[in-house]
């Protein structure tokens, strides 16, 4: 495998705010989809096909982190500290802004007990202060073993790489819950979890692929995956046996097609647009990891007091509406928190 970075990572710049902006699409369907049997069929499909459209927004993510870092030389205990203190300065700050959202949105108070408050406080910074804070935890855990399996992808051959992603995906199949009884006692952990979306993304960005009308090829993923992920919920959802999110998982067969399927995409694809939109495109970039942070908390107060949701009508629109203003608020949020003296650019991520 080449041990160069690419020359133009115009791709994966774009491709970062894509998967950023479908993250906030994908949380704006959750309310709806949670709604099953209390809302219209249609409109529940609607946002079925939606949140399965989006599912590829964590798995890329991974994969950009993979591309981007695997391929550099670290001394691990300097990588560290440079990666986790941007990571964590930032994500302890958020976290304790949603543990104050949820304290003044009344769900759970505190006493006059000060070792008590404390140790609640500490509880939720252990399990997390917000739904969407579960990918900082997973991404630090990434980041410790980066230094490792870094060191595994750069000295190996494309039969060495090809070989753990064969694995890895083998393992993944066998831990579907439809597939579980035929997985054997073998103990196959070493190979499964995120940390294979790291290597497939180092994998895809740097391998030249001299096959025909590929991007054709990618565009048939995407679809036949979306329309796997669709279907399959909406036929498990209401099943008792099967888990209901079983097909949304990131580490679900499909989901790891569509995701392949969409950073391929986007790696074959240049766009030619004016200069403003780069401009724009690399604003948001700066803050792309605070945008993360922030978006959760926006989605709350547009939902109350302002009642901007996937209410608002048609949810194939008014979901895509809501992420984008949420989308735009959080950055404007974001870039504000940037511009304190002293503290700003640590906690605003």
């Not at 694995?167 to 294979?196: C, E, K, T």
């Not at 984008?324 to 650019?345: A, Q, T, Y």
Request: hydrophobic fraction near 55%.
């Amino acid at each position: 495998m080449p041990p160069a970075k690419p020359e133009n990572i115009d791709w994966i710049n774009n491709l970062r705010l894509i998967a950023l902006y479908a993250v906030i699409i994908l949380h704006s369907t959750a309310p709806l989809l949670m709604q099953y049997g209390k809302v219209p069929l249609s409109d529940w499909l609607m946002a079925d096909l939606l949140n399965a459209i989006v599912r590829f927004a964590v798995p890329v993510f991974i994969m950009i982190t993979g591309a981007l870092l695997l391929n550099r030389e670290y001394e691990t205990s300097s990588f560290l500290k440079k990666r986790l203190g941007r990571v964590v300065i930032p994500f302890f700050f958020w976290s304790l802004v949603y543990i104050g959202y949820s304290w003044y949105n009344e769900e759970f108070t505190f006493s006059n007990n000060a070792w008590a408050n404390v140790k609640l406080i500490l509880h939720f910074l252990k399990n997390g202060s917000s739904y969407h804070l579960w990918y900082v935890y997973m991404l630090i855990g990434l980041y410790f073993f980066i230094p490792i399996i870094g060191k595994y992808v750069r000295n190996a051959t494309e039969k060495e790489v090809l070989y753990f992603l064969i694995i890895w995906f083998a393992v993944m199949m066998l831990s579907q819950p439809y597939l579980m009884r035929y997985n054997p006692s073998v103990d196959m952990h070493y190979f499964a979890g995120y940390v294979g979306y790291l290597v497939l993304g180092y994998y895809l960005a740097y391998k030249d692929f001299n096959i025909k009308h590929l991007r054709l090829w990618m565009v048939a993923v995407f679809i036949i995956s979306i329309a796997l992920i669709a279907i399959g919920t909406w036929l498990v959802t209401p099943n008792p046996k099967w888990p209901g999110t079983m097909f949304y998982e990131p580490l679900n067969p499909a989901v790891l097609t569509l995701s392949a399927s969409v950073f391929m995409m986007a790696k074959l694809s240049v766009p030619k647009v004016p200069p403003f939109i780069i401009q724009i495109r690399d604003f948001a970039s700066k803050y792309n990891y605070g945008i993360y942070l922030a978006h959760a908390l926006v989605l709350y107060f547009l939902d109350d007091p302002f009642g901007i949701s996937y209410k608002l009508g048609v949810p194939i629109l008014s979901i895509p509406l809501t992420a984008l203003l949420c989308f735009i608020i959080s950055l404007l949020l974001v870039w504000i928190i940037n511009k304190i003296p002293f503290i700003g650019k640590w906690v605003s991520g």
